[in-house]
Structure formats: structure tokens, C-alpha cells
């Protein structure tokens, strides 16, 4: 937990803990990736105005050697604060003041991972995606992705054949009930295409299908999918297969 | 240029005149002191004379007649002689004329002159005409003076003198003077070019160095040269320019400044808020362990949190729009899915209410380009006004589009709006009746923020209300950004009431009876006064907005 206002954070801390979270506290931009290295939290919280070095920066430094969530605390919606902070590597943002079940079900959404035990691996083109072993690889090289983008890659390939509106993703990626900031799913979708697609302007693995939301692969990609399963080299089971459905949803 | 010339023409025509009439009196004073010579030297040949009789004295005319007429073959002037008119002597002489003239040629103008004071001579400038031909004559003078024969008595002996020559010189003036004005006309045409590029060219940059100034070029400024009138336009031009500038920049300054205060002020308001909200959320799920009077206390705090925070919320929404921060994010939407969204989040308030809330909307997607957010904040202020100030009865949320605009409508039966009140219910933080119980969290500034997000999409909100029956707002957005809305497919006159109160005389097409302050909706222009008969609508207490 990043935030120099020691008040908010003892709340924080004491919001959390009811919640059987351990925190650990940071009070200066500057020492936050010390701090980091050094903790190795399972998910930051960092606030956008710091003393020393800015939340912005910080999300970088630690995106820089980490896919670690980050949610970022803000004290402005405006367009620019939060695109800056969620193109530098936020996950995901609240804006104070929120409610401490909101930040809850923030930070519980960013914690839960897809652990499922039951070998998945999705194919997009020359894209293969082992969901348990959390690995993507584009032509037999690995790619990094963060948990967030990977979780939203296997969203998309598991179902190629559906377009997904950013609600859809919203609630299946980021875990929001209600309708949610839809610049989440665009900046994030953008990241995504910068690491796994060749040509980022002219995306063939995660499409947008304008006025409706995105979709994994092109027409032709989708078709080849099924042959592909029958002959690979794990063992591959159907997207859509009910073994592996979505985890339950934290919050309320 | 034209003037020039007129002028130029009418000098010319003054100074040909003259010269014209100089010449010709030039010509007259010869002719008269030749006339006198040579008139003389017919009377003395004729008192010399010895003549017997008549045939004798005709032939001394005769002879002497062509002589007068000039010597050699130069004819300097032409002869004629007539009985005077008074003459009654027996003896008569023939009647002469020089071959040339016309008998017509002495004029009885001229004769009479003559006859009248015989003693003088008589002068009078004529056209010569040689033949029959009515246009074909040559300026002359004639001079007419009396001579007295021996016999014959008293005749007038008129000579002619051609004015040819000054004809012709006159033709070479005229001439000369044709060209000359020629030349002037084009002189005057040069230096009107001159003036045109001196002082209309410097006029002409400096119209559009002011157009571009208005258009938002601060930086534009006005060529300063030389040390004339022209210069010193651009000089004045450039300060102005200069102190407007530095003014627009000064506001635009502390308008930043402001702007940046504000949303300082709003962090540092928000971090405080947010350990207050926390803290208040922890005692509140603890509220059953307290006492009841401090669990009350809990629950009033946790309630004036939340309105705390969603004044803040919509202070700073505000003081977005009046700094022109507040941007548009346009995307292509169905609208009946985005206000089905945000009538499904006023459905708690509603039924708490006991408020039936309904939708009435086209089965198809309405696609339109909007700010999906403002949209929806916009319904969802316009419903729980609605639903705010029913009373219990039915609130219906309608969707409509046409070719240029969608619209969303909502219509309450409950205690509506007098004309007082249309006026002032889109100002900040105005409430239609303060002695009304507070039962809403409204912040106040719902609907003034509906309004803003309306003018951002180049929408407006009308409102239609009266008291005891309810009030309809309809907000109408066009369907392709900055496009013209137009009338808009909602009428915010209810159909149900009957044509008696379409009072607004617009060719039957009744439309928003609003409110004139000129912020109210989005084209001032077309906002009709509120006919008598509108009298109600609902207060503006509206709902906060919590989403991002």
C-alpha cells in the first residue's frame, strides 16, 4: 500500500485485515519499488499523488520487472489522470473517496487467478496460450504478459466465435457487477496488442468489431482452431468446456 | 474614379466653350472693323457716282458688289443687298446675293436689327447653308449696315464672313482637349489604383488580421512600415492586439489556476473523505453491537457521508463544465440499451417510492453518437427527479429517434411546476419548494449538470410542467456529433392534453416550454416564453452520480 496520508492507510490497514488481507505500508514514492522488491506483495495499491516520485512512475518501475496487480487510488476521474495511470500498468483504479468493499472487491478481483488444474490450451494463429501453466507463446516464443492481460486473452480465445462487448469484459476480466469505466477494457486491450500482436496497428489476434466490443482472431484463424486441437502437443480441451468455467465472483 | 472623370469632362467642356466663344467674338470684332471699311467704301463709290438713271446705277452695283467680296481669288467674304424695308423710291435695284448664299441666309432678325437703328452696324452669328440640304451649313457672321444710293434710296448691304477657319481650328482644340481628357481619365484611374493599394490594401489586411485575431490567432499582428496615417493604424491596431492578448491570457491564467485549485482542493478533500467513509462503513456493519442511540448516530453519519461525497462529486462535474474542461467522449451507442441501463439503476429508488417505472422504447437498437456516461447520467437524473416528485404514481421513461436525433423523454403525474418555477429548475442548487420536506440526497445540481451535458452534445433539455399534473422533461441529443438536433421526436407537451393549451403558436408544433435564463437549453434562440397555461414541472432534486 503506497499513500502518504498515514490516516487512510492505518484505515487501510485496518479495512484489510478484516478482510484477512496483510498489508504493508510505504509512505514515499521513491522507496516504492525498494519496498516492492523487498515484500514481493500479491497486489499494490498505489496512490497517484506522491511525495518523492508520482504514482505514474511508480506503476512503471514495477511493471517495468513485474506483472503484479496494481490498483491504483485517485483522487481524479479525469481522462487524463486515469488513462496515464492505466497506460503506465494499472490494472485497475478506484477513486477516493470509495467505499472499503468497493476497494475490497477490487483488490480480491485482481487476486483471484484462473487456477485451474485441468490442462487448457487455447490457440489464436501461431498464438498458443497454456492457461494452467499461465504462459503464452507467439511461434514457439514466449510472451509476458501480466495476470491481467493474460486473463483477458483467455477470455477472448476461449470463445473466438463470440464478440465481447468491454461490459462483458469488464465483468468477466475486472470482476464489475455494474456497468464500469470502459477505458479499463480499450487501454488494456492496447497494451495487450502491443506485446502479443506483430503489428499493433493492424491487430489479427485480438480484433475490434466496431460499435460491439473485440474478439479473438481473424475469420480464417477461428476456422482453424478445431483441427489444431485434435493434434497438439498437450492435451487440449475446448475452450468452452464446462471443466474449466469461470471461478466464482468476490465481493458482493 | 467616375467623379474624376465627370469632372475631368465638364472643365474641359467649360474651356472648350470658352475658347469656342472667344473665337468666334475674336472673328466678330474683325469682321465689324472690315464691314465698317468696306461698307464705307461702297457709299463713297456710291455718292461719287453720277448715275443718270437706274440701269446705270445697277450696273455700278453690279461692278461694285463683287469687289467688295475681296481681291484676287481670295473671297474673304460673301456680299448681299436688300431694299431696305422702308424705302419707297421708284427706282429699284436687283436684290443681290452672292453666289454661294441662299436668300434664306440673312435672317429677318438680322433686318430688323438693322432697320431699327440704321446708323450702326448690325452683327449676328448664323449657319451658312450652301444647298438645299437642312443639316449642311458653316458657322458665319453676318454684318448688316445701311448704305444710301443716289437713286435707288436706302439699302442694306450685309456681308458675310465665314468662320471656316476658326471651325477647323476649333476642331484641332477640341481635339487636343478629347485627348487630354483622355489622358486625365486614365491619370485619375492610375492615382485611384495608387490610393486603392496605399490605403485600402493596409485597411483590407488590417479587417484580416482582426478576422484571424477573432478566430482565436492571438499571436497575429499588423506590418508596421513607414510613418504615415497607415502606420500609425497598424501601430494602434498591434496594441490592441497586444493588451487583448495579454488579457485573454491573463484569464486564461487564472481560469488554470482555478481550475487546478479546484482540483487540488478536490484530492485533498477526497483523501480525508476517504478514511472518514471507512471508518464510518466499519462502525456502520457494527451498528447492532452499539447502543441504539449511538447506532443512529452511525447510520446519519454514513447517510450525510454519502451526500457529502456526491456534493463533492457534483461540484467538481460543475466546476469541469465552467472551466470548459468537461470533454465529450463519443462513441456509437444504442441509446435504448444505455438508458434501459440507467433506468434499471433508479428502479430501487422507484420502488422504494412506490413509483411503477415504466419504459416505453423501440425494440431495435437506437444507435447514436454519444457520450455513453453523460447519457446516462442525464436519465438517470431526469428519472429519480421523476420519481423523487411523483407522489406514487407512474413515471414513464420514453425513446425515440427520427433521421438527426434521439430522444429520451420522462414523464411524471405528480405535482409538477408552475411558469416561476420552469424558469429557475435547471439552476444550481435551486429547489422548488424549500418548505417541501428534504426526503431526496439530492445534491441540487442534478439537473444543472443534465443541462451541461445536454449542451455538450449539442442537445438540449425542455420541460413542459404543470402544477397537479406533473412535468415531462425530454432531453434530445442529434445522433451524429455536432450535428443539428432539430425539432426532435419527442414533443415535451404531452399529447393527452388537448389543443386548448398549445399556446405557444408555433404552427400547432407545441415545444419546449422551458425557461428564458440562457443557460437553459441548448439553442436559446428557439426557447419560447412559457405560455400562461404551463404552470408546473418537477424541482431539480436530483441524484448524484457515483459512477466513473
Known amino acids: ?252 | 474614379m467616375a467623379l474624376g472623370t465627370i469632372v475631368v469632362v465638364a472643365l474641359s467642356q467649360f474651356v472648350l466653350q470658352d475658347v469656342a466663344s472667344g473665337l468666334a467674338e475674336q472673328r466678330r470684332q474683325f469682321a465689324l472693323v472690315e464691314s465698317q471699311a468696306q461698307v464705307a467704301r461702297a457709299q463713297e463709290a456710291f455718292d461719287q457716282a453720277s448715275a443718270q438713271d437706274a440701269e446705270a446705277e445697277q450696273l455700278l452695283v453690279d461692278d461694285l458688289l463683287p469687289r467688295l467680296e475681296g481681291s484676287g481669288t481670295t473671297r474673304l467674304r460673301e456680299v448681299v443687298l436688300l431694299r431696305a424695308s422702308g424705302n419707297q423710291r421708284a427706282a429699284t435695284l436687283r436684290e443681290t446675293y452672292s453666289e454661294s448664299l441662299l436668300p434664306a441666309t440673312i435672317t429677318p432678325e438680322l433686318r430688323e436689327a438693322v432697320a431699327a437703328d440704321p446708323d450702326r452696324q448690325q452683327s449676328q452669328l448664323l449657319q451658312v447653308r450652301s444647298g438645299s440640304d437642312a443639316d449642311d451649313g458653316s458657322p458665319a457672321i453676318a454684318v448688316g449696315s445701311r448704305v444710301v444710293l443716289p437713286l435707288s434710296g436706302e439699302y442694306d448691304l450685309f456681308l458675310v464672313y465665314r468662320l471656316d477657319t476658326e471651325q477647323q481650328n476649333l476642331l484641332v482644340v477640341e481635339r487636343a482637349f478629347l485627348l487630354g481628357q483622355l489622358v486625365l481619365v486614365l491619370l485619375v484611374g492610375g492615382i485611384a489604383w495608387l490610393v486603392t493599394r496605399l490605403v485600402v490594401e493596409p485597411v483590407r489586411e488590417a479587417a484580416g488580421t482582426a478576422q484571424r485575431l477573432s478566430a482565436g490567432a492571438l499571436d497575429e499582428r499588423m506590418l508596421e512600415r513607414g510613418e504615415d496615417d497607415l502606420a500609425l493604424l497598424s501601430r494602434s491596431f498591434n496594441a490592441m492586439a497586444d493588451s487583448l492578448q495579454r488579457q485573454i491570457v491573463q484569464l486564461e491564467e487564472l481560469s488554470q489556476l482555478q481550475q487546478r485549485f479546484v482540483s487540488d482542493v478536490s484530492h485533498e478533500l477526497r483523501t480525508p473523505l476517504t478514511t472518514i467513509r471507512m471508518a464510518a462503513d466499519l462502525l456502520h456493519d457494527k451498528r447492532h453491537e452499539f447502543d441504539p442511540d449511538t447506532a443512529r448516530s452511525v447510520e446519519l453519519l454514513q447517510g450525510q457521508i454519502d451526500r457529502f461525497e456526491a456534493l463533492l462529486a457534483d461540484l467538481l462535474e460543475v466546476s469541469r463544465f465552467d472551466a470548459g474542461a468537461a470533454e465529450l467522449d463519443v462513441e456509437a451507442v444504442d441509446v435504448v440499451a444505455v438508458v434501459r441501463q440507467a433506468v434499471d439503476v433508479c428502479a430501487p429508488l422507484a420502488d422504494s417510492r412506490d413509483v411503477g417505472l415504466h419504459t416505453d422504447a423501440p425494440q431495435q437498437p437506437v444507435m447514436g453518437q454519444v457520450d455513453r456516461r453523460r447519457v446516462a447520467r442525464v436519465v438517470r437524473n431526469l428519472v429519480s427527479n421523476a420519481v423523487e416528485h411523483a407522489e406514487g404514481s407512474d413515471v414513464t421513461v420514453t425513446v425515440a429517434a427520427d433521421a438527426q436525433s434521439v430522444a429520451v423523454g420522462v414523464r411524471d403525474h405528480g405535482v409538477g411546476l408552475d411558469t416561476a418555477e420552469l424558469e429557475r429548475v435547471f439552476d444550481r442548487f435551486w429547489r422548488a419548494d424549500p418548505a417541501r420536506a428534504r426526503t431526496s440526497g439530492g445534491t441540487g445540481l442534478g439537473l444543472a449538470i443534465s443541462l451541461e451535458d445536454a449542451r455538450l452534445h449539442g442537445g438540449r433539455i425542455d420541460v413542459w410542467g404543470r402544477p397537479g399534473q406533473g412535468a415531462h422533461f425530454v432531453l434530445t441529443v442529434p445522433r451524429r456529433n455536432g450535428a443539428d438536433p432539430g425539432e426532435g421526436p419527442i414533443r415535451v407537451r404531452p399529447d393527452s392534453l388537448g389543443d386548448d393549451h398549445v399556446a405557444d403558436g408555433r404552427g400547432g408544433h407545441d415545444h419546449g416550454q422551458g425557461h428564458d435564463q440562457p443557460h437553459a437549453v441548448g439553442h436559446p434562440s428557439s426557447i419560447p416564453v412559457p405560455p400562461p397555461d404551463v404552470l408546473a414541472s418537477a424541482p431539480p432534486s436530483p441524484t448524484t452520480e457515483v459512477v466513473r
Not at chain 1, 506485446?195 to 489479427?204: G, Q
Open chain 1, 1 to 252: 500500500m503506497v499513500d502518504d496520508d498515514p490516516a487512510l492507510s492505518e484505515m487501510l490497514g485496518i479495512v484489510l485485515r478484516g478482510e484477512g488481507l496483510d498489508a504493508v505500508f510505504c509512505a514515499d514514492g521513491s522507496k516504492a519499488l525498494e519496498e516492492f522488491r523487498l515484500r514481493k506483495p500479491d497486489v499494490v495499491l498505489l496512490d497517484v499523488m506522491l511525495p518523492g516520485l508520482d504514482g505514474i512512475s511508480v506503476a512503471q518501475q514495477i511493471r517495468a520487472e513485474s506483472g503484479t496487480p496494481i490498483v491504483m487510488l485517485t483522487a481524479r476521474s479525469d481522462t487524463v489522470d486515469v488513462v496515464l495511470g492505466l497506460e503506465s500498468g494499472a490494472d485497475d483504479y478506484v477513486v477516493k473517496p470509495f467505499k472499503p468493499k468497493e476497494l475490497v472487491a477490487r483488490v480480491r478481483a485482481r487476486l483471484r487467478r484462473t487456477d485451474s488444474v485441468t490442462p487448457e490450451v487455447l490457440r489464436i494463429g501461431e498464438l498458443l496460450v497454456d492457461v494452467p501453466g499461465h504462459s503464452v507463446t507467439r511461434s514457439g516464443e514466449p510472451v509476458s504478459l501480466t495476470p491481467l492481460e493474460f486473463d483477458l486473452l483467455v477470455a477472448l480465445a476461449r470463445k473466438p466465435w463470440q464478440v465481447f462487448s468491454r461490459e462483458a469484459l469488464l465483468e468477466q476480466v475486472w470482476g464489475y457487477q455494474h456497468a464500469a469505466d470502459t477505458r479499463l477494457v480499450n487501454v488494456h486491450v492496447q497494451r495487450l496488442r502491443a506485446k502479443i500482436e506483430r503489428d499493433p496497428e493492424n491487430p489479427r489476434f485480438v480484433l475490434t468489431v466496431r460499435g460491439v466490443g473485440y474478439r479473438a482472431g481473424s475469420a480464417d484463424v477461428a476456422e482453424t482452431v478445431a483441427p489444431l486441437e485434435a493434434a497438439p502437443v498437450a492435451p487440449v480441451l475446448d475452450g468452452s468446456d464446462p471443466v474449466a468455467p469461470e471461478p466464482p465472483r468476490p465481493g458482493s
